[in-house]
């Protein structure tokens, strides 16, 4: 049994933790005496609880993060009312900052804040010797990052064939965008570049096809994104797929050209625009040259085969509604697969906080800490809001609706969106659980009900976009002598890629 469990919620299965692999490669002699252990969010803490105390361990390492925090916070009162004897340490984003007012913080017997990689292991080796810390919350020691060893051997085979591989060439961003956590960070630290590669290959070796960057700046040193690039270049095959997070407003010509090589459902790239208002982004810190960031959204559309995921947030302070919907029908205009609404959030330690009261921010209390209202967007408002979010990632995004969308949103697409948004709350009073044939006869009703389109145009495009995308169900208001050739449907799709992402192979 081990002596030492490391343990998280990930938001699905398919997301392998980084982190608490990190943690275990980085053990030195420890590394034999400890296992991961993964659960997955509407997993019982009971349960959890239960599975952690099986494996008999003296030290649980805990990683809690916005989206678990309420789940784990009852893992951790639960182990202690169980098993007191055992050491129990979190660790993560969510217990890096504003300590004294977390309660998962209170519960647990030792909280380390920051970089755990070689504090975690240190803090084991005091606890299974006897002399265990004497404080509770222990600053994460940052070393330098040749220090650090990679963890990507700790991936199993059934990670590799069923799991996403998060991957990292760098930590931290130079950029101080308030928003983020990684504001804080104020620059930014490349691993070493031959190593990092070298684990990719053996990754790559046992068959790992699908790699998630997680760095915060992938393109802000090109001549090490290019290397990256041209790594999976070199191994090209039909079921592989990198995504990374690039800068908007940074892609030199040798990048693109680089770019321009990948054949499609190869490569995706998450692009955060966060808002196109100039004063806005000056309140926030973020520095964006906005026609420069234009200009490289519309080549990756035109001239590269790169699935792009475009984000914006609602809510930043200064920004109110028309604001954020010219943003919007601007960034839509662009073309970008994927547009997903982030509602702003007050991560714990972020510096967003400051604008508070000048900003008259109301912040949920609890997680995941989303802005309420401001003085410049109401409650409603933000409501409206956050229902559009939700339901423009059933359609915008959805990558099922690419003939009916053009007729939804002709005109303003934020405004059109928005009074269907409306009209569909006030039918259904749900934002989820709309089975996909309900969802497909709403926006027939309300293309030819609200906003008077000819039944045959709507009809026969809903239901293409239907057939299409492999469904198989029967649509109330379809013409029976109507069809789509079976050979169409899902024709598109690449192996190994999630069927969303493959659905938007055909735009």
Known sequence: MPDIVLATINARYAHASLALRY????????????????????????????????????????????????????????????????????????VSHEVEESRVCAAADHVVTG??????????????SGEPPRGKVIAGEQPDLARIILPYALYTDEDITRRFLYVEASRGCPFRCEFCLSALDKTAW???????????????ARGARHFRFVDRTFNLKVAASARILEFFLERMDERLFAHFEAIPDHLPEGLKQVIARFPKGSLQFEVGIQTWNPEVQALISRRQDNARAEANLAW????????????LIAGLPGEDLASFARGFDRL??????????????????????????????????????NVLATDRVSFADMQRISR?????????????????????LAGSPFARFMRFADWLHARTG?????????????LFDFLTGELDL??????????????????RGRLAFADPGLSVAPAARESASAPGLPRRTSRHLRS
């Open 190 to 204: 490349p691993f070493d570049l031959d190593a990092f590669l070298a684990e990719l290959a053996r990754l790559h």
């Open 300 to 311: 990756l559309r035109n001239h590269s085969n790169a699935l792009v995921h475009a984000d």
């Open 388 to 408: 559009f979010a939700r339901y423009w990632d059933m359609v915008g995004n959805s990558g099922r609706f690419h003939r009916t969308l053009p007729m939804l």
């Open 454 to 471: 000819d039944r045959g145009a709507a009809g026969g495009a809903l239901l293409a976009d239907y057939q299409e995308s492999g469904a």
């Open 115 to 128: 970089w755990g990689d070689v504090t975690f292991a240190k803090l084991c080796r005091g606890v299974l």
């Open 332 to 369: 839509y205009a662009l073309g970008p697969h994927e547009i997903q609404v982030g509602i702003l959030k007050r991560l714990r330690g972020a510096p967003i906080a400051r604008h508070t009261e000048a900003f008259a921010m109301r912040w949920n209390p609890d997680p995941p800490y």
């Open 23 to 94: 943690l275990a490669a980085n053990l030195g002699d420890l590394k034999p005496r400890a296992r991961i252990v993964e659960f997955v969010l509407g997993q019982r803490p009971t349960d959890i609880v239960e599975a952690i105390l099986a494996q008999s361990p003296r030290i649980v390492g805990l990683g809690v993060y916005i989206w678990n925090v309420e789940e784990m916070t009852r893992v951790v009162a639960q182990l202690k009312r169980v098993a007191p004897e055992v050491t129990v340490v979190a660790g993560g984003p969510e």
């Open 430 to 442: 749900k934002t989820h659980e709309i089975a996909l044939e309900r969802l497909h006869q709403f």
